[in-house]
Nanobody, 116 residues
Framework: QVQLVESGGGLVQAGGSLRLSCAASGFSFSNYAMNWFRQVPGKARESVATISRSGDPIYYADSVKGRFTISRDNAKNMVYLQMNSLKPEDTSLYYC?????????WGQGTQVTVSS
């Protein structure tokens, strides 16, 4: 079955960095684009970044452009989100997702908290 497992979240001071990881299994990883979303309780989920099958970043939210970098390793079935210059407004639950078989699959999420 499709599984997406995020890791790497934590508590960091404003201006700091974190690297999120997502381990994918149960599907042909290299054939699908991958996404990072985030959600704060009570607010809509926000698309953060998308990477193509071959590893080209194809979307960044305006709020993260120049600070976040999405990447993937198709040999390891991993997707990453390098987050630099973090701001308190980046505090959220971050999810790894992919679209296949006519639906969007989500991981369980990893919490990122940025203190001011």
């Amino acid at each position: 079955q499709v599984q997406l497992v995020e890791s790497g979240g934590g508590l960091v001071q404003a201006g700091g960095s974190l690297r999120l990881s997502c381990a994918a299994s149960g599907f042909s990883f290299s054939n699908y684009a991958m996404n990072w979303f985030r959600q704060v309780p009570g607010k809509a989920r926000e698309s953060v970044a998308t990477i193509s099958r071959s590893g080209d970043p194809i979307y960044y939210a305006d709020s993260v452009k120049g600070r976040f970098t999405i990447s993937r390793d198709n040999a390891k079935n991993m997707v990453y989100l390098q987050m630099n210059s973090l701001k308190p407004e980046d505090t959220s639950l971050y999810y790894c997702t992919t679209d296949l078989y006519g639906r969007r699959y989500w991981g369980q999420g990893t919490q990122v908290t940025v203190s001011s």
